[in-house]
């Protein structure tokens, strides 16, 4: 399961990445395999995901949430 | 002395470089790339002669946009030119988890460095609770709470920087150097390659150079090959190792916090995601957003008036002294109606300017932009933009200088690139003028639904025509453009905190100083161009359209102001400028243009806001060049041939249209040039934009003359 997948308000563990790119840019952040992913918000029919990691909130594209695969 | 100023975006960074340097601070730009840095001189004790380099803000030494990339190439250089002695650190305290990444990489780099904890306030608000003199053992470096607000802690600051810098670490009590992150056997050789190759001491600065080769610009071309090949050799998947790299440093990291860090276990929902429940809500979130930009609006147009005026009245007041002062001449000449009529145009659009940032700067301090981006993300990456583009095209209402500029936080650079093609097209300050002018000529002023004003509803259109055509542009060049970069939104949406005066007032002075230098000294001289374009003529035709004149003024018995005003209409003809305006005449005739209007146009291509003037000039009402004055002056002129009006309708119509496309601003082509690194995409620019104006002018009157 990824993190697009969940929906308004749900929450899940981030397991791995499918993208190592994308991987060195959110590890950078603070988005680690073992980080509590939830999603607050979805806009833009669904392609615009607003989620909180731990105590810090991300903008992150539908497609990029993709490539994070929870437990 | 070179110390550098480094920490993750949103770590309070620009607040603690204004603290430390106030207005000791200037921008320049950094060697060979076009991101701009900023200096400022550390006053410390004994008055010594410290910079202060404000580094971009980036979350590791693996970059991925243009600014980040800046970071890595002046740390991995020690020749470089902004190589530092000493590093401040600056960390966000309440997000220290996430901050902490970049300071064990420079760690890492074996350069003096302090930790800045800023923002102590906010973390003890949230119940946390940081054991400073614990996290300085961990690291074995100074380690301080500042509160880059109030000050606090920035003069402790100070003093453990200058003893760093002049009596190195160990003075301090701390023992030597050690990397905090062990490499493996793999990493370690290919960092020695880098070493041999390039020359550099650090293992880590190696092992840098080796994962970044391929575009750090200090590196010879050999260096980069001989570094490709060992890569080659010794199957280095780069981006793998910098995944592990980054996993085992938070692993060391984790623990370190944990024994020096406390943390209330249970957190509140906090006021940023109650706040966002509404401003980020998919329906009432743009409605939000378009209020606010509404605002935004309303208050440049009404409180840069007043000032605007003043600046208007304060020149021509000047150049009526000057006139009347000093013996007539063409020095006189150039000084009134070349040096001051510039300088008068460039200053008169600074309220607007100031207004402008000073309120997107508190949206930006506040964290709004931010939300702006995550609201607009999908609807602006359907035209091939950024979430970030809205922020360009919003700035560019007010000029597209400063406006392409910002867009170097757009890091994708089809993006980028779509969105300075663009951003032009958004109607800028300096068509207001042309407008305001125009529609007061075309459109009558009546009510409409009892409140609004058909002229306003004018205006509006006019915007949303920019607005149109710039997002219709950036589709197109969204299926033109090729690229194998890969797009990304993925951005912090900081927690929402109280403006800071001080940065919000270094912002609208930087943007004011820009535009004033960037776009005033092409105003400037295309001002005295100008000048001298309509005051000389080839051969003696100046002398003869004068001569003219006079006997036509004798005829008609006209007092002294009438024979002046007749004077400068026949000479204006006689004048480059009138034959410039001729030779193009044919061109524009089908866009119901004569060559008076040529001569506008051309002068324009300048600047925008030089039409008003050219037209004043023209008409030879320069004395009471006032929107009205030229209004009535542009309701009189007859077509000699067929006696009718030459400004009608159709006529302003398609003049209108021409400045809502038309590239008409050399100092917006100044900058792109600057921006795009070649003169390829602002010449693509002027060639679109151009023809955009004069197809839409010529359907338009085309179509308003039929009826």
């Known amino acids: ?71 | 002395m070179k110390v550098a100023l480094l920490g993750n975006p949103n770590s309070g960074k620009t607040s603690v470089f204004n603290k430390l340097t106030g207005l000791r601070q200037k921008v320049g730009n950094f060697p060979g790339v076009t991101v701009d840095i900023k200096t400022g001189k550390l006053q410390m004790g004994k008055s010594l002669d410290v910079d202060l380099i404000d580094l971009p803000g980036t979350y590791s030494l693996f970059p991925h946009s243009k600014d980040e990339r800046i970071v890595v190439n002046t740390l991995c250089n020690p020749g470089d030119e902004n190589f530092p002695d000493a590093i401040v650190y600056v960390a966000n305290s309440a997000q220290l988890e996430k901050h902490l990444l970049l300071f064990t990489q420079l760690l890492d780099l074996n350069i003096p460095i302090v930790l800045a904890l800023n923002m102590a306030d906010v973390a003890e608000g949230k119940g946390m609770k940081i054991d400073n003199a614990r996290l300085s053992k961990e690291f074995q470096t100074p380690v301080l709470s500042v509160n880059a607000r109030t000050g606090d802690g920035i003069d402790r600051l100070k003093v453990v920087l200058e003893e760093m810098l002049f009596h190195g670490v160990q003075a301090g009590g701390f023992k030597g150097f050690r990397s905090f992150y062990a490499l493996s056997a793999e990493e370690e050789s290919m960092a020695e390659v880098a070493g041999e190759t390039t020359g550099v001491k650090n293992l880590y600065q190696g092992l840098l150079i080796a994962h970044h080769h391929s575009w750090l610009t200090f590196l010879e071309e050999w260096t980069r090959e001989t570094l490709h090949g060992a890569l080659e050799n010794r199957n280095f998947p780069l981006l793998h190792y910098q995944v592990r790299e980054t996993m085992d440093r938070f692993d060391k990291l984790g623990p370190m916090l944990k024994r020096s860090v406390l943390r209330p276990k249970d957190q509140p929902l906090s006021r940023t995601e109650f706040a966002d429940g509404i401003l980020t809500h998919r329906f009432w979130g743009p409605i939000i957003f378009f209020v606010l930009m509404f605002l935004v609006f309303q208050a440049i147009f009404i409180g840069a008036s007043y000032p605007m005026d003043w600046i208007e009245q304060l020149f021509s007041g000047l150049g009526h002294w000057v006139q009347t002062t000093l013996p007539d001449s063409w020095f006189v000449d150039l000084l009134v109606k070349g040096i001051l009529a510039g300088l008068g145009g460039i200053l008169v659009f600074i309220p607007q300017i100031a207004i402008l940032f000073f309120l997107i700067s508190i949206l930006e301090e506040v964290g709004y932009m931010a939300r702006a981006v995550f609201l607009f993300d999908n609807l602006m990456s359907r035209f091939g933009l950024n979430g970030r583009s809205i922020v360009a095209l919003i700035s560019g209402g007010a000029c597209a200088v400063p406006a392409i500029m910002s867009t170097r936080t757009i890091s994708n650079w089809k993006e980028r690139l779509i969105t300075i093609m663009v951003t032009p097209l958004i109607s800028c300050s300096a068509r207001i003028p042309v407008y305001a002018l125009l529609i007061g000529f075309a459109i009558p002023s009546i009510p409409v639904l009892g409140i609004f004003n058909l002229q306003g509803i004018a205006f509006m259109g006019l915007y949303l025509l920019g607005i149109t055509a710039a997002l219709g542009a950036a589709l197109v060049f969204k299926l033109i453009l090729r690229s194998g970069e890969r797009s990304f939104l993925l951005m912090e949406l900081p927690d929402y905190k109280p403006p800071q005066l001080r940065n919000i007032g270094y912002a609208v002075y930087e943007k004011v100083k820009t535009f004033t230098l960037e776009a005033g000294k092409i105003i400037l001289a295309i001002s005295i161009v100008l000048w001298v374009l309509a005051d000389f003529g080839p051969g003696k035709k100046m002398a003869q359209a004068e001569a003219e004149a006079r006997v036509v003024a004798v005829q008609n018995q006209l007092d002294e102001a009438a024979t002046a005003d007749l004077i400068a209409a026949h000479q204006i003809e006689g004048s480059y400028a009138g034959y410039l305006g001729k030779f193009i005449e044919p061109v524009i005739r089908p866009l119901g243009f004569d060559w008076k209007i040529g001569i506008a146009l051309i002068t324009s291509f300048a600047a925008r806001e030089v039409f008003v003037g050219t037209m004043a000039t023209i008409y030879s009402i320069g004395s009471e060049s006032d929107e009205f004055a030229i209004r009535d002056r542009l309701a009189q002129e007859k077509n000699p041939v067929t006696g009718k009006p030459v400004y009608n309708m159709a006529t302003a119509l398609s003049l209108l249209i021409f400045y809502v496309f038309a590239m008409q601003c050399m100092s917006t082509i100044a900058v792109v040039r600057r921006e795009t690194h070649s003169w390829k995409w602002p010449i693509i620019q002027f060639v679109f934009m151009s023809g955009l104006a004069y197809l839409g002018s010529l359907l338009t009157f085309q179509v308003v003359s039929a009826f």
């Open chain 1, 1 to 71: 399961m990824h993190l697009a997948e969940l929906k308004e308000k749900e929450e899940g563990i981030l397991l791995r990445f499918e993208d190592e790119r994308l991987a060195v840019k959110l590890m950078a952040m603070g988005v680690l395999p073992g980080s509590r992913l939830q999603v607050i918000r979805k806009n833009g029919s669904g392609n615009t995901l607003y989620i909180r990691v731990d105590q810090m909130h991300l903008a992150i594209r539908k497609t990029e949430a993709e490539c994070i695969i929870l437990k």
